[in-house]
């Protein structure tokens, strides 16, 4: 047996504990032949794969980023003007490829999804530090992310608690406001704000003003995507050969410069960026990430092409591509860490 792996969209914490993973497996349970294609669907087009043995993927677990790179622009459906799927399909012939693992966010997914359709049997394995992903509860690179978030919001309280200010931090997780929420929560802000419930902004003004009565701070954990009521997300740049062409980005500039008038107290704005897509990934999503891999070795095992590892109450579902593909998963209004958050005083920006 002959298996292709890709890692596509974004680069996220684990990717290559994933890559570990499936390529062991398969290696163990299969004999096969793992073939590692660089930058995701870009070295389908362009034709640049090379071998992955045991050893090539020994010694990687802990290692950020990944080692067969990746590319969140090229669809087999557009890059450069062209359809590429019957030339994919081909050079995998060529390659006497029996099957693909691809490693994505939903755009991931969506390509996976298209190939599969098209004569190439894929795969899908779950990435996202967003983690909104539907069907899958957990994907890994999020612990990593909030890891990193919380870590950061640890210290702008210190800095803003010295100078009396509004501290606004910002996070990325496009539309989906997981990151914020569960790191606002863990690094203890005063008002977190979601691209789930747009805020208003007199609402986190009064939030400010009774804090510097009281406490003199205030910690404000901002999603990217996070909007005010009546208003539109900040749009950082548009990347025009991308499938998804926005990149979200900006909101604590702009909260800023709207606050600071209706304050008495400096307002100061930090975005964190890809230093929460970096670095090593911490233990749960270094097991999390195995347990993916693994179990996608038994999708390719099985022959259970076309679908993808999910996760749901703590244990390991499997679900069709389409499912998965183009689709993601917001932060539900009811949910538990939403209802925990107002009730110990946190404001979502609610008026
Ligand atoms: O999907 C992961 C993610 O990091 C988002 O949170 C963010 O909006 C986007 O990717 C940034 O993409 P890029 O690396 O192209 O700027």
Redesign the pocket.
Known sequence: MRIGILTG????PGLNAVIRAVTKSLIRQCQAEVIGIEDGALGLIERRVRPLDWRAVSGILAAGGTILGTH?RCSPLGWQGRDWRDDIVAYARELGLDGLVAIG?DGTMAIAQLLHAHGLPTVGVPK???N?IVGVERSFGFDTAVHTVTEALDRIQTTGQSHGRVMLVE????NAGW?ALEAGLAGGADVILLPEIDFDLAAVAAVCRQRQAAQRYTVICVA??AKPRGGAQVV??R?AD?PEPV???GIAHGLQAALEPLLDTEVRATVL??V??GGTPTPADRVLATLYGSAAADLVREGAWGTMVGLQQGAITRLSLAQAAGRTRPVPLDHPLLLAARRIGISLGEG
């Open positions: 969209g974004g680069d996220a969140n966010g996202t530090i967003d909104d996070t990325m997780g496009r990151i990217e995507g950082q740049r990347v991308s990149r979200l980005g960026g890809h929460q897509r």
